[in-house]
T-cell receptor
Framework: SAVISQKPSRDICQRGTSLTIQCQVD?????MFWYRQQPGQSLTLIAT?????????ESGFVIDKFPISRPNLTFSTLTVSNMSPEDSSIYLCSVMGGGNEKLFFGSGTQLSVL | DAKTTQPPSMDCAEGRAANLPCNHSTISGNEYVYWYRQIHSQGPQYIIHGLKNNETNEMASLIITEDRKSSTLILPHATLRDTAVYYC??????????????FGRGTQLTVWP
């Protein structure tokens, strides 16, 4: 299984600011994904982070609000821009492993926006 | 768009088997059934998956009905550490939708001493 490290594990931010979340994987992976989990809710896919090209965003998520970088096969960042209290969520990085049959998740970033 | 239906909550005595049901009546022939769980404040953890045959691993067993419209995740000897939200997910096993898992609300399993 892949070992995924996310930083920071939690943060408290002021509205209008931006936060960049880092995701580091201990092995090269083709597919990386970013999910959001709002308080008391289930997980929602934000985007697929593509190495060497723009991320693919799901309906309801846009690049200006959630810019994503994927400079290599072991690292990705998600930025939450111009934050509002509605952005308070857990943000999770995930990678496809196990012969492209299993999705592994990081421990998440708990974001609170005041 | 989760395509699955699960009871919102269940409980189980420690040491007993926990049987978590899932309905997926609209599942397609090439869609797998996956189970994940999420312990409070942690990222989801893969448990098991299957297409049409029953599967077993060190964590659990997955029983899929012959018509594939429902399945049951079995934790043979539940412990307190199995208290978590369990998600049943159907996904296409190939192609561009890999990794694009659609999580429903899941089942909150509470294991009591």
């Amino acid at each position: 299984s892949a070992v995924i490290s996310q930083k920071p594990s939690r943060d408290i931010c002021q509205r209008g600011t931006s936060l960049t979340i880092q995701c580091q994987v201990d092995s090269q992976v083709t597919m990386m994904f970013w999910y959001r989990q709002q308080p008391g809710q289930s997980l929602t896919l934000i985007a697929t982070a593509n190495q060497g090209s723009e991320a693919t965003y799901e309906s309801g998520f846009v690049i200006d609000k959630f810019p994503i970088s994927r400079p290599n096969l072991t690292f990705s960042t998600l930025t939450v821009s111009n934050m509002s209290p509605e952005d308070s969520s857990i943000y999770l990085c995930s990678v496809m492993g196990g012969g492209n049959e299993k999705l592994f998740f990081g421990s998440g970033t708990q974001l609170s926006v005041l | 768009d989760a395509k699955t239906t699960q009871p919102p909550s269940m409980d189980c005595a420690e040491g007993r088997a926990a049987n978590l049901p899932c309905n997926h009546s609209t599942i397609s022939g090439n869609e797998y059934v996956y189970w994940y769980r999420q312990i409070h404040s942690q990222g989801p953890q893969y448990i098991i998956h299957g297409l049409k045959n029953n599967e077993t691993n060190e964590m659990a067993s997955l029983i899929i009905t012959e018509d594939r419209k429902s399945s049951t995740l079995i934790l043979p000897h539940a412990t307190l550490r199995d208290t978590a939200v369990y998600y049943c997910i159907v996904r296409v096993g190939r192609g561009s939708t890999l990794g694009r898992l659609y999580f429903g609300r899941g089942t909150q399993l509470t294991v009591w001493p």
